[in-house]
């Protein structure tokens, strides 16, 4: 397979280079309420029934975030109690500036923690769940040999999938009435190179 260029993502994505909103989101609350936001627009107290926070809390964490524009208020509510929606693109970060290193390894450790948090509380309420998502719920190990040119074509495969469903995040009435927010997480890396035998050790 012919090198190609870095995957692309089906919608947009900006990229975080300052190391003071990279630590500003490597927090469990406010990558919790971004999660949360992606739903759909959310008040400080609505946020803080779901995430077993105060309101106090959840207000301050999204006055930061929006600080940034990782979320900012959405139409409707009353006085105090106003909705807040999230970003619409989607984002990345520099982890090989020195000046951000610190703060995007913070971050990542962040992300990952959450991720397989939100796994292991969909497990433990798995069995609650109907036949149909259990059985389309996905959990799974491949090991493959790869170039890294195979492995980006696999990587813009899966982005492909998932955009024609982009949308939907937007507009409530594009769902299908059985629809829920599904979280999708990837992780594909190399091993350590094979270790390297000579003639000597092979003959052996």
Known sequence: MEPQDEPRLPWPVREITDPRELRALAHPVRFALLDLLAEGPLTASQCAA???ESPANCSYHL???ARYGHVRPAPG???RERPWRSREEGISWDEESPAA???AAALDEAVDRYRFDAWRRFRTRRPHES???RRAALSTDVVAWLTPAELEHVTQGIYDLFAPFEPRGRDDADRPEAARAVRFFAYAYPG??????TTSEVDR
């Not at 350590?192 to 035998?197: E, L, S």
């Open 50 to 52: 779901r995430l077993g």
């Open 77 to 79: 509510g009353h006085g």
């Open 131 to 133: 036949p149909d998502w």
């Open 192 to 197: 350590p190179p094979a270790p390297q035998h």
């Open 63 to 65: 006055r930061q975030l």
């Open 101 to 103: 290193a610190t703060a």
